[in-house]
């Protein structure tokens, strides 16, 4: 790869992660409100699990329109990469903005009174969960905004490279060969 199409690769990779970031600022707001809400609960689920196919979708395009309907695999795999990293970082500070200035304890209030509620504490017993289940909210609680928002950072790069490889694999498309 030339330095050029590294950039090429980095610009287009940066305006998908900016809508792929989106997608997911918009799922992350339907999990908030469908902490009370289940139908906006079931949307959040539904974006996050078309974000694989509209990555897809734009590495698709990238190839056939920017590339001239090549590329490798490892150049898209490199692409996937980027588009959940960029759109990583950018949900990172939504998240953090969201956890430092706005939640105000909501989302572990809301928690707290799921796993209080008498039939959540009679399943968490019947099942020998209720302390686990207890520490899990604690631990919650001291959590801090940043430590959060660098938790979800991490979880979406490792999506990316994970399904990056089998993205990438199915859309490749390597160069005609020219053999006189």
């Known amino acids: ?15 998908d992660g900016m809508q792929v970031a989106l997608l997911w600022t918009a799922s992350f ?7 009370k809400a289940p139908l906006c609960g079931m949307a959040a689920i539904l ?10 979708r734009r590495l698709r395009r990238f190839r056939d329109v920017d590339r001239g309907g090549t ?13 959940f990293f960029y759109a990583g970082v950018l949900l990172a500070l939504v998240q953090y903005a969201y956890f430092a200035f706005l939640d105000q304890g909501y989302l572990i ?13 009679s399943s968490l017993n019947q099942m020998g969960m209720a ?8 631990m919650l609680t001291e959590l801090r905004p940043i430590d ?4 979800q950072l991490t ?26």
Not at 1 to 15: D, G, I, S
Not at 47 to 56: G, N, R
Not at 170 to 177: F, I, N, Q, T
């Open 1 to 15: 790869m030339t330095p050029a199409e590294y950039v090429q690769l980095k610009a287009f990779a940066r305006v």
């Open 29 to 35: 707001a339907c999990y908030i409100v469908g902490l």
């Open 47 to 56: 974006l996050m699990v078309i974000t694989p196919f509209f990555v897809a």
């Open 71 to 83: 590329i490798s695999l490892l150049r898209g795999w490199a692409f996937v990469i980027l588009v």
């Open 109 to 121: 209030q809301t928690l707290h009174d799921v796993l209080t509620s008498p039939e959540a504490r």
């Open 131 to 138: 302390q686990a289940a207890d520490d899990s909210l604690q």
């Open 148 to 151: 959060y928002a660098l938790n």
């Open 155 to 180: 979880v979406n790069i490792s999506l990316g490279i994970a399904l990056g490889l089998p993205i990438a694999a199915l859309l490749r498309r390597p160069a005609a060969s020219t053999n006189g």
